[in-house]
């Protein structure tokens, strides 16, 4: 079963992590553009060669989780991270609000469709964690999935445990699990959405709803808190990505994806004495053709 690395930003799994003070910036951020994009290509190209050998190997599948406020950046994260990865072996799903028949099943089925065979590569643009998050914020939404609508510390408690219990199941069959929680602050995510008034290009991504959204900022901040603090396990670690700048973000996620497949030890499948007996005698045929 993989087992997370330390690494600068993992979230740790001790219970202690501050979501709510957690640095939005790069330690050191006086690098230019140019100089995080050079790192993301390398990274990019690296990740395609991965996901090549991790579909030759067949033993592991991959999920990546991406978490985040409004106009963080998951969706320009997930393209120029996975711009080198044969399609054919990525999935990536938005999870959008939950549809009639999604809520008449319980909180972890309509995710649990879409999870990776072996071989492959699943991305969640938001996910279950949604149900310990915006409904955490939003407690009114739990009446369409006949929940109490007024629930208890303890009902919250018990939705965690049962998605740590669940990524443990998948991580146990195989399944690699990294999730991400691209952090941005609260003038950041101002300035990205005047940014969507104010460039004709981008009126379409705006949605007025998102400054609804914003109004529950601390609210949000502590359900980040509580959720990453008891879902953060060596087997399904989150990762705390300063989001400011979109660029080392997205450095950052790819670089954490590559050290996890490089732990894998994948490799191409060698043929063993008969095979390669075999491979011989098709040689000489298609010489002979």
Request: aromatic share 10%.
């Amino acid at each position: 079963m993989f087992t997370a690395k330390p690494h600068p930003l993992l979230v740790p799994y001790d219970g202690g992590f501050d979501a709510r003070h957690a640095p939005t910036v790069p330690e050191k951020d006086n690098k230019k553009p140019d100089h995080w994009k050079d790192l993301l290509a390398t990274e990019a190209e690296a990740l395609g060669n991965a996901q090549y050998r991790l579909y030759a190997d067949g033993r592991y599948a991959l999920l990546l989780v991406f978490q985040a406020l409004d106009a963080a950046g998951k969706d320009s994260t997930i393209r120029h991270v996975f711009s080198g990865v044969n399609p054919c072996g990525l999935d990536v799903t938005p999870f959008k609000q939950p549809s009639r028949a999604e809520v008449a099943h319980d909180f972890l089925w309509r995710t649990a469709v879409r999870l990776p065979e072996r071989g492959n590569v699943a991305v969640f643009n938001r996910s279950y964690y949604e149900e310990v998050i915006v409904v955490r914020v939003h407690p009114q939404f739990l009446a369409a999935q006949h929940q109490p609508v007024n629930p208890t510390p303890e009902f919250w408690a018990d939705r965690c445990r049962a998605i740590v219990d669940h990524e443990r199941h998948l991580a146990t069959e195989g399944t690699v699990i990294l999730k991400f929680w691209l952090n941005i602050s609260r003038d950041e995510q101002r300035d990205r959405l005047l940014d969507r008034i104010d460039d004709p290009v981008k009126n379409w991504k705006f949605n007025p709803g998102d400054l609804d959204e914003r109004d529950r900022w601390d609210d949000y901040q502590a359900a980040y808190h509580e959720c990453l603090n008891a879902t953060s396990r060596p087997w399904a670690p989150w990762y705390a990505i300063p989001a400011d700048n979109k660029h080392y973000a997205r450095w950052q996620v790819a670089r954490v994806v590559n050290e996890a497949l490089a732990q894998l030890g994948l490799d191409f499948p060698r043929p063993n004495g008969a095979a390669l007996g075999t491979l011989a005698q098709c040689r000489a045929r298609l010489l002979a053709s």
